[in-house]
């Protein structure tokens, strides 16, 4: 995965507004219901906002059929609670682009630079219990893609509850 | 004492759950086995009234009741630390409150 091609979509947020994929991004499979992604939550959004320069995309791909906590509905409801989020929260209706992304957990995270090549997957750091962690592999990983240096780990095992994937 | 253990494997949580158990129970020197039981679809979540994984039951008292309301299904559970924090498995300290309450 690391050096290939990131897939390219386009898919709406919770105010029904498209957004397609560019580079350098960051793209987190994550959803309202699993704590793993809730424990990690606001370190990934502080880095959206440490990382102006970057493109942020959170994706809820979760079947709402059997888990109504992640319906688009309730997706909105959440963001309009927070008062907003630094990046979009889209939903992946059809979890094509959770399939072409091979993501496995929420959450799951993908680092891509400006040329649209996977720089790093895995874990936002490798505590979703010590804040103090700070989603510090995440931001190594940014901070490689910004000098232009190679990313010393590139990827790390992701963590946390598994896509729910529709029967 | 029994003390049950229940779990699903879309939730990598549980084993966590299961050495603080088991460390909690040594350290209060019961010698009470862990039972171990795996929740593999929803008709059986229902049936066990099972509201995610991990679940902890002491003599059959869950050590962090679910609030009314909450479905019995395939999902991991959210849980709060005491200081506040979402957590994927309960707060150790209440793991021990409810097992001395039961000793």
């Known amino acids: 995965m690391i050096g290939q091609r990131a897939p390219e979509f386009t898919l709406p947020d919770t105010n029904g507004d498209e957004h397609s994929l560019r580079g350098p991004a960051v793209v987190v499979f994550t959803c309202n219901h699993c704590p793993y992604a809730l424990a990690w939550h606001d370190r990934l959004m502080d880095v959206a906002r440490d990382y102006p320069d970057v493109h942020f995309y959170a994706i809820n791909p979760n079947d709402a059929d059997r888990y109504p906590r992640d319906s688009a509905e309730a997706m909105k409801e959440r963001v309009d609670a927070d008062g907003g989020w630094p990046m979009p929260y889209l939903r992946d209706e059809s979890q094509e682009v959770a399939r072409a992304y091979g993501a496995r957990t929420t959450p799951d995270v993908f680092a891509i630079d400006a040329d649209g090549v996977f720089r790093y997957r895995g874990a936002p750091d490798a505590d979703h219990g010590d804040e103090s962690q700070n989603a510090r592999w995440l931001r190594d990983a940014l901070n490689g893609l910004r000098a232009g240096e190679d990313i010393g780990l590139a990827e790390t095992e992701p963590v946390g509850c598994s896509v729910k994937w529709k029967p | ?103």
């Open chain 2, 1 to 103: 004492m029994t003390v049950e253990l229940l779990w699903w494997d879309g939730c990598p949580s549980y084993p966590e759950t299961l050495r603080e158990l088991e460390e909690i129970l040594d350290q209060e020197g019961l010698q009470a086995a862990v039972a171990l039981i795996e929740v593999k679809d929803d008709e059986q979540a229902q049936r066990e009234r099972f509201p995610g994984s991990p679940t902890v039951r002491i003599d059959g008292e869950d050590v962090v009741p679910p609030g009314d309301g909450e479905p019995f299904s395939l999902t991991c559970r959210v849980y709060r630390t005491r200081d506040g924090r979402v957590s994927p498995t309960p707060d150790p300290e209440d793991l021990r409150d409810a097992i001395r309450r039961a000793a």
